[in-house]
Each structure stands twice: as structure tokens, then as C-alpha cells.
């Protein structure tokens, strides 16, 4: 029979962290530093979890992957335990009754009324040396932000893809990926650069989580409206940080206009070759560092003309990324400042308009 149904004896921690995805470390510390612990323990020392405790673990779980302070929710997770064992007339306490605005993570309260899902602003930033979201340093960042991150270093998958996929569905891709996405990548960046490798583990699942929802958010996207050259998207040689051009991917193909993703560390043979096969009407070219920045090669492939003699055309070269600053673009290029920019500059070349309106409320302005 599954342990988890034995309500005699209740549950081991290490079963119960296993079924949630957390380390049992974790769940001792919620129960060391905010009272998140088994209402009975057997012998009065060994912690057996019961479905009620089992039930406020898994609140404390979600809200926390949603964003809101530890502490805060365990406070809640608390009042599910309590609701659980006074019976199902209990209702389950709201995200208003607890004092805090609801996310796009949050179900909708007992009563059936919907929670609040305009995007919060950013909250104030912590006092000097305080970090957020599970040690990693945030600053002022969205509270989905903080709760990617919190999930992150819990290595806990679904919590990251249910958060990823509830903003994309709720604020678009554009506000996901500047607001939510890229400010956690960046704090888990820094914290592997001054961890001595440390969380290398973290960086690597995230960005698989990050990469799978814009994949998924680009095969979404409608078809293009009609035949047009494509946009080629490739790192420079030797460049690896493919997500940010994935993110645009995602844009474009949320637009209906033509992509082909080629991803890291394209050769420059390989592109110079793609290139001249399909004739595109953009190029954009990823760096993040200026030490891979291949500025000839950008203006290689800005000079490369295709098409009938006397209607030959060439395409327009977008320098994306951190690595291409320093230098003025060359004839041919435009060096867009962020993704925003970078879907306004093609959408112009394909007579779309500039900027579309952000789903539910105009969120990411």
C-alpha cells in the first residue's frame, strides 16, 4: 500500500520531500523556522506526516513557487492544515484574507470568486545585502520572478513550468521574458560567477525550463499569412547563450512572420551557405560577450546580395546581444536594444505593425 495513505503510522520526511520535489533539508527548515512541522510526531522526536500535514507542506510548496515570502506563506499553509482537520466546511483561506495579491498561479479561492491577475508592481528592493528568491541576488523584481527563482534552487521542475506557463498565458511573451525570465536568469548567473561553480545545477535545469516554454509558445503561433523570405536567427561562432534568441523566435512566431532558428555557435560556412539558399529578409546575429562579437562576419553577410540581376537585394543584419556594443553598426546593421526593439525592427520589414498590444491589460509597457 502507498505510504502516503498510512494515516496510523503517517509519512517519513524523506517520502514526503520525494513526492514533493524539495529536499528534506528543506522541510526541516520550514518546520525549524516557521513552525511548518507535523501536528503529532511519533516518540515526541521522529516526524511522521499525516495527510492533513502532507496538505499544508503542499501549500506552503505552491505559494512559495508563486512568489510570496516563506513566511508569509507558511502562515497560510498553516490555515489549510487547520481547515483539513476541522472538515470541509472549513473554507480554504483566500489569497485576500491572507493579506497578499494573488498571482497567476493562484486557483481561485473557495468561494469560486477569481483571484487578481493584472501584474503587481515591482516591490520595493531589499535592504542593502539581503537577497530574494532563494539567496540569489534579485533586487526590486515581479514577484513571479521571485518565486521562478525559489523554485529554481529547489531544482522542483513543475513549479517552474506551471509558473512559466501561466505567465506566458497571462502577460504575453514579451513581459514574460523581460520581467520574469531574463532578471532570474541573470541572478542565477551572477550567483554561479561568485559561488565558486556553485549552482551550476540550478542555471542548467532553469534554462531548460525557460528554453521548453518558448519553444512551446513558438509552435503555438499562428502560421504565416503568406510565402515570405524568412528570418535567419544564429549565434556567432563559439557563442552559446542561445535564449535570448529563442525568445525572439517565440516573438516573431507569435506575430506570423517566417523564422528559421539555427541556434549556437553557427559556422560562419554554415550561415554564409543558409544565407544564400533561402535569400532572408533579416539576419540576426546573437553575442553576448564582445569576445565572440564577429563584427566581419556581420558585415559579410549584410553585403550578401540575392535575387535576379537587377532586383537583387541584401538583408538586413540585426547585431543582438551585449557583445556587439563598443562599436558603431556598419551599413546594413541595426543593433536593436532589446527584444521589444528587436520585434518592432522586423515587423516594420514585413509591413506589420510596429507593436502589438499586450495580452490581459497591456501588461509589460
Same mark, same amino acid.
Given at each position: 500500500?502507498?505510504? $502516503? ?272 539558399? $533561402? ?87
Amino acid at each position: 500500500m502507498d505510504d $502516503m495513505d498510512d494515516t496510523e503510522h503517517g509519512t517519513t520526511t524523506g517520502t514526503v520531500a520525494r513526492r514533493l520535489g524539495v529536499s528534506p533539508t528543506t522541510v526541516r527548515s520550514w518546520d525549524r523556522r516557521y513552525g511548518i512541522g507535523p501536528a503529532v510526531r511519533a516518540d515526541g522526536r521522529h516526524r511522521r506526516w499525516s495527510p492533513a500535514d502532507v496538505a499544508m507542506l503542499e501549500e506552503m510548496c505552491r505559494l512559495t513557487a508563486s512568489g510570496v515570502p516563506p513566511a508569509e506563506a507558511a502562515r497560510a499553509a498553516r490555515q489549510v492544515r487547520a481547515a483539513r482537520e476541522a472538515g470541509p466546511s472549513e473554507a480554504r483561506p483566500s489569497a485576500v484574507r491572507e493579506g497578499r495579491r494573488a498571482t497567476a498561479v493562484d486557483a481561485p479561492a473557495a468561494d469560486g470568486t477569481e483571484p487578481v491577475t493584472s501584474l503587481p508592481e515591482p516591490p520595493a528592493a531589499p535592504a542593502a545585502g539581503r537577497t530574494a528568491g532563494g539567496g540569489l541576488p534579485l533586487g526590486a523584481v515581479r514577484q513571479e520572478s521571485r518565486g521562478l527563482a525559489r523554485a529554481a534552487v529547489r531544482l522542483d521542475g513543475p513549479a517552474m513550468e506551471e509558473l512559466l506557463r501561466a505567465a506566458l498565458a497571462e502577460y504575453g511573451l514579451v513581459a514574460t521574458w523581460e520581467e520574469i525570465m531574463a532578471p532570474t536568469l541573470h541572478a542565477v548567473g551572477r550567483k554561479w560567477e561568485s559561488s565558486g561553480d556553485r549552482y551550476v545545477e540550478v542555471e542548467h535545469l532553469l534554462s531548460w525550463h525557460i528554453s521548453t516554454a518558448l519553444r512551446r509558445a513558438a509552435v503555438t503561433g499562428p502560421a504565416p499569412a503568406s510565402p515570405a523570405p524568412p528570418v535567419v536567427l544564429a549565434c556567432v561562432p563559439s557563442e552559446q547563450h542561445t535564449l535570448p534568441l529563442e525568445a525572439l523566435t517565440a516573438g516573431l512566431a507569435e506575430r506570423g512572420l517566417p523564422t528559421r532558428m539555427f541556434g549556437a555557435a553557427v559556422p560562419a560556412e554554415a550561415l554564409d551557405a543558409a544565407v544564400r539558399r $533561402m535569400g532572408p529578409r533579416a539576419v540576426v546575429l546573437w553575442s553576448q560577450a564582445r569576445s565572440t562579437a564577429n563584427h566581419a562576419l556581420a558585415r559579410h553577410v549584410a553585403g550578401t546580395a540575392f535575387g535576379v540581376p537587377g532586383a537583387r537585394t541584401a538583408p538586413l543584419v540585426l547585431l543582438a546581444g551585449p557583445g556587439w556594443l563598443g562599436r558603431a553598426p556598419a551599413p546594413g546593421t541595426a543593433r536593436p536594444t532589446g527584444l521589444r526593439e528587436a520585434l518592432g525592427v522586423v515587423s516594420r520589414l514585413y509591413g506589420e505593425p510596429e507593436e502589438r498590444e499586450e495580452r490581459a491589460g497591456g501588461a509589460g509597457t
